[in-house]
Structures are given as C-alpha cells and as structure tokens.
C-alpha cells in the first residue's frame, strides 16, 4: 500500500505561480511511474504530466513549457511547478503513483486561477 498526501493548492491571479507537492509513504521502495493529472467541472480527468520509471517526462501540450515535474528521493517525493497560471488551469490535481503494479491516487488538491 502507498499513501498519498498532495499540498500546494490555492487560489493565484492569471500569471502567477504555484508549486504542488505530493508525499508518498507506505510502501514506497516500489514507485516507478509518478503523475500529475487534473479534472475541472464537468470534465474528465486528463493528464498533465508523468515521470516513467525510466525518468522520461512528458507533459501535456497544454502546459508545456510553464509546468514542471520533478521527483526526489525515489520519487517518494513528486513536484509540480506551475508558471504562467490561466483561468483555464483551474482544477483539482492529483497525484497518481505507480508502485508494485498497483495505482494509487491522492486525494486532489484544488489550483484556482482567478483575478
């Protein structure tokens, strides 16, 4: 089992700044892919952006070039830098891992880009 806990969520103007963070912890020596992925109301949830457990990134078109994923410790710890927020950015993001051929998601934290 893997146990997620995301942090960094708020409420930024139109071109501000947030980092997300998300923790892992149980059992955690068996991460290999770590994600980041967001659902707005009335949409499905989509992918923002994924480490592979060969450390390639990708991100999705829409945030590519103003967000960041980065991980630390064996990805027991998982990051988001978001830069140049936009209203269409508004979202609950989760964090998803990957660990011993189960999923596992955090329970969301909410981005709000709004003046």
């Known amino acids: 089992q893997v146990q997620l806990v995301e942090s960094g969520g708020g409420l930024v103007q139109p071109g501000g700044s947030l980092r997300l963070s998300c923790a892992a912890s149980?059992?955690?020596?068996?991460?290999?892919?770590v994600a980041w992925y967001r659902q707005a109301p009335g949409n499905q949830r989509e992918l923002v952006a994924r480490?592979?457990?060969?450390?390639?990134?990708n991100y999705a078109d829409s945030v590519k070039g103003r967000f960041t994923i980065s991980s630390v410790n064996a990805k027991t710890t998982v990051y988001l830098q978001m830069n140049s927020l936009q209203p269409e950015d508004t979202a609950v993001y989760y964090c998803?891992?990957?660990?011993?051929?189960?999923?596992?998601w955090g329970q969301g934290t909410q981005v709000t880009v709004s003046s």
């Open positions: 480490i592979s457990s060969g450390g390639i990134t």
């Open positions: 149980g059992s955690i020596f068996s991460i290999s892919t």
């Open positions: 998803r891992v990957t660990a011993g051929g189960y999923l596992y």
